[in-house]
């Protein structure tokens, strides 16, 4: 008989879900299917919509956009085909930006409010049955290891000023010109509200013996001899008066984490068979069944490392890397990196010295460019003494005031001095055109990029089927 229910509760299920399959499927039709994988309209219209904006300088058209969203697909599926995702690396960050999005799901309002409540409680706990005093201070210091003759000063000074108090002198203005506790002097000694167990206990005994408008006589404390004017007392107000300052407290602490690591933890102890990891990823898999902003969210960053690491693979890194190719692209390319004016291939540099500027011409003639930073600095700054100062490059006129008055004789640039460095001077070349591809690397480096990404995506179009529904393409943003 058992057997027999749990046969016609699991044919149950699968029907519900084959019904609600079909109920999804029919309000979010198939958009395009790339590699095999259906993408639904929905996911479609949330990176359209996300990416084409109203601030978005070069805003596309669905169907342009549609060109781009399949190669992005493409290159997704290819990162799935070598098992990227299945690496520790991936698993690790996509797991940490997956739990920013489903940690704070942990926490209601409810469980903020309480919180609340555990803070005040534990406040008025601490505050005691004596409340909170409002209190203002003079002090004249008397250091720990003063002279009799220190202290006997110090003592005729606070006497004096209590007598100047009985007088009938300003509490407040005598603090501002006498009080050595130079946080609470300049606002007339003013210290603000506080309860037991914030002060040293000399101070406070006296403090909490004090009624609103009395001053005390001058006592001592570790820190000298004080007079003490009490202000206001009163207990701490209800929980409703002071519960938003608190919840913006918690918040500013980070509370949130705090109660979702003790909710996380609690249910690793009821169930020693979860981890916190699996715990999360349910949620993330449960929140994503019905909020759909979420769950794209959650795909997009998904998606996004791979399409990172597999373009690291396969176009950026390998094309940053491969100097041979750089070489050859600008063989094959020269005319796309014409200049409308000659370049300085040199440097400007300045000497203590006046012999050093034919010594540091005589160290990098007969070098590659790229060999002249490392032979500087062993030859002339290779120890704590700094004999030369040098600026490497490829200059155009306007980079460097120096070149820019030597090398291209503008004889009304003022030239800076370096200090400690008077003697300047410049050595290299000037040159009409590139040389070879290091004298345009980054252009060549992003040109090769582009060219390697043209090609890779071919590939990929020849490699996975891409069948779009132009019917359903048209109802973009369009239905109800």
Avoid at 25 to 31: G, K, L, R
Avoid at 33 to 48: H, I, N
Avoid at 111 to 127: C, P, S
Avoid at 285 to 306: C, N, P, V
């Amino acid at each position: 008989m058992y057997s027999n229910m749990k046969k016609y509760l699991s044919m149950a299920v699968l029907l519900l879900s084959s019904m609600a399959v079909c109920s999804q499927t029919a309000a979010d039709p198939i958009i395009m299917t790339v590699a095999g994988v259906d993408v639904p309209r929905s996911e479609f219209e949330y990176s359209y919509n996300k990416n084409n904006t109203d601030g978005v300088i070069d805003k596309k058209s669905v169907e342009e956009y549609v060109e781009l969203f399949v190669n992005y697909k493409l290159k997704v599926q290819a990162a799935l085909d070598e098992r990227i995702d299945t690496t520790q690396a991936f698993k690790t960050e996509f797991a940490q930006y997956r739990d920013q999005q489903v940690r704070p799901t942990f926490v209601t309002d409810a469980d903020m409010l309480q919180e609340a409540q555990r803070v005040y409680d534990a406040t008025k706990q601490g505050i005691g049955p004596d409340g909170l005093v409002k209190a203002a201070h003079i002090l004249i210091l008397v250091p720990q290891k003063a002279t009799e003759q220190q202290q006997q000063q110090a003592k005729q000074r606070i006497d004096s000023i209590y007598a100047a108090l009985q007088g009938g002198a300003d509490f407040g203005e005598l603090a501002k010109k006498v009080s050595q506790d130079p946080g609470s002097g300049r606002n007339g000694g003013m210290l603000g509200w506080f309860s037991r167990n914030q002060m040293v206990k000399e101070f406070e005994d006296v403090a909490f013996a004090l009624q609103p408008g009395e001053t005390s006589k001058p006592f001592l404390s570790p820190f000298g001899w004080h007079i003490i004017k009490m202000s206001e007392r009163k207990q701490l107000e209800p929980f409703d008066f002071h519960r938003e300052n608190i919840l913006k407290f918690l918040e500013q602490r980070n509370a949130r984490n705090s109660i979702t690591e003790r909710k996380l933890n609690a249910m690793v102890q009821a169930d020693s068979t979860l981890t916190k990891e699996q715990i999360l990823e349910r949620r993330a898999d449960s929140l994503s069944q019905t909020d759909m902003d979420l769950r794209y969210l959650i795909k997009e960053y998904h998606d996004g490392l791979l399409l990172f690491e597999i373009s690291n693979r396969n176009v950026w890194d390998k094309a940053a890397k491969d100097e041979a190719a750089q070489a050859l692209y600008f063989k094959q390319n020269k005319k796309k990196y014409k200049w409308d004016q000659p370049r300085f291939k040199g440097m400007a540099y300045h000497v203590k010295d006046s012999a050093d500027v034919k010594a540091v011409a005589n160290c990098v003639k007969k070098l590659k460019f790229d060999e002249w930073n490392e032979a500087l600095r062993s030859t002339f700054n290779n120890d704590s003494v700094i004999r030369i100062r040098v600026e490497k490059g490829l200059f155009k006129q306007g980079d460097n005031k120096l070149i820019d008055r030597k090398v291209f004789k503008q004889k009304d640039v003022q030239v800076d001095s370096v200090k400690g460095y008077p003697i300047d001077a410049t050595y290299g070349k000037l040159i009409s055109k590139p040389e070879d591809y290091t004298d345009v690397k980054a252009l060549v480096i992003a040109d090769l990029q582009e060219d390697m990404e043209r090609l890779w995506v071919a590939d990929l179009r020849k490699k996975y089927t891409v069948v779009v529904n132009d019917a359903v393409l048209k109802t973009v943003n369009k239905h109800e």
